[in-house]
């Protein structure tokens, strides 16, 4: 099945800081997607994106389709500490796969 | 609104016993459904989606199976748990066609 790479693994970063994070694939995926997680709970979406070359802002967030179907990344623009948690790439086409994720902690 | 309700929330078993995890989706009709599995830390293993039911589609070889004997019923089951078993799992549905999925709550689960 298809694999998608997602990096970083992890990141520690100030408050206030900007925060970025990609995903790349050797194949191509319909839609992109950005979830977050926080312990002992299923992921959030919070990004969804549908076509090659959307970018899409949610609040601080912002993520792009990239114009091959094969990556996307997420910005998190002055992060605070509820930023926290671990955040997931997903790519769907016909089934939907996930990255490792990326564990992000931020410091007051 | 379309809500997504698993159970139970936390779940242990001993080794060789049986497993039933139950998935269920309301305010939608014929939804794509998934489970995954996370180890601890790690990221989502997809194990098993559906896009209809009885038709269910297996991501890996493995000591777990799944049924949809209904249409917003997804169902995880084991005749006999391993000890690998252990993780928390995920189940998710869409509206299909490469939409976005939701997630129920998880059901963490240990094998002692």
């Known amino acids: 099945g298809q694999q998608l790479n997602q990096s970083p693994q992890s990141m520690f970063i100030q408050e206030g800081e900007d925060v970025s994070m990609n995903c790349t694939s050797s194949?191509?995926?319909?839609?992109w997607l950005w979830y977050k997680q926080e312990p002992g709970e299923g992921p959030v979406l919070l990004i969804a994106l549908y076509k090659a070359g959307e970018l899409t802002s949610n609040g601080r967030l912002t993520a792009q389709f990239g114009i091959t179907r094969k990556d996307s990344f997420l910005n998190i623009s002055a992060s605070i500490p509820s930023d926290v948690g671990i955040y997931f790439c997903?790519?769907?086409?016909?089934?939907?796969?996930f990255g490792a994720g990326t564990r992000l902690t931020v410091k007051p | 609104s379309q809500t997504i309700h698993q159970w139970p929330a936390t779940l242990v078993q001993p080794v060789g016993s049986p497993l039933s995890l139950e998935c269920t989706v309301e305010?939608?009709?014929?939804?794509?459904l998934y489970w995954y599995r996370q180890a601890a830390g790690r990221g989502l293993q997809l194990l098993f989606y559906?896009?209809?039911?009885?038709?269910i589609s297996s991501e890996v070889p493995q000591n777990l199976s799944a049924s949809r004997p209904q249409d917003r019923q997804f169902i995880l089951s084991s005749k006999k748990l391993l000890l690998s078993d252990s993780g928390f799992y995920l189940c998710?549905?869409?509206?299909?066609?490469?939409?976005?999925?939701?997630f129920g709550q998880g059901t963490r689960l240990t094998v002692v």
């Open positions: 997903a790519g769907s086409h016909n089934d939907m796969r």
């Open positions: 194949s191509i995926f319909n839609t």
């Open positions: 998710a549905w869409s509206p299909g066609g490469d939409r976005e999925a939701f």
């Open positions: 559906s896009v209809g039911i009885g038709q």
């Open positions: 305010g939608t009709s014929n939804p794509n």
